[in-house]
């Protein structure tokens, strides 16, 4: 079965960190550009980091460029975003994505459920 399944959200406070993990199933999640979104409720689900492969290039959104890192563990299918430094303007529900090719959603093929991060001041 064709699917994306996020974990790792949570409550945290500002400043502080978390990571998020995206698991694949029914593809070789290497083959793929992935990336992160989020999307809070009232506005438009937007970018926060892709990468076009293992290999290739990878982009974040400004807002979180020098605080968040997206990263491959390929032996187990699973991609991550790592989140540090945190604000409460991160808070959202996060959506792993296969595809999104430079960060628009209009690429992307399949998306995950969501997990939800709420960050507190």
């Known amino acids: 079965q064709l699917q994306l399944v996020e974990s790792g959200g949570g409550l945290v406070q500002s400043g502080g960190s978390l990571r998020l993990s995206c698991a694949a199933s029914?593809?070789?999640?290497?083959?793929?550009?992935i990336g992160w979104f989020r999307q809070v409720p009232g506005k438009e689900r937007e970018g926060v980091s892709c990468t076009s492969s293992s290999s290739g290039s990878t982009n974040y959104a400004d807002s979180v460029k020098g605080r968040f890192t997206i990263f491959r563990d390929n032996a187990k299918n699973t991609v991550y975003l790592q989140m540090n430094n945190l604000k409460p303007e991160d808070t959202a529900v996060y959506y792993c994505?296969?595809?999104?090719?430079?960060?628009?959603?209009?690429?992307?093929?399949?998306w995950g459920q969501g997990t939800l991060v709420t960050v507190s001041s």
């Open positions: 029914g593809f070789i999640l290497d083959y793929y550009p």
């Open positions: 994505a296969r595809g999104g090719k430079a960060c628009d959603k209009r690429f992307v093929e399949v």
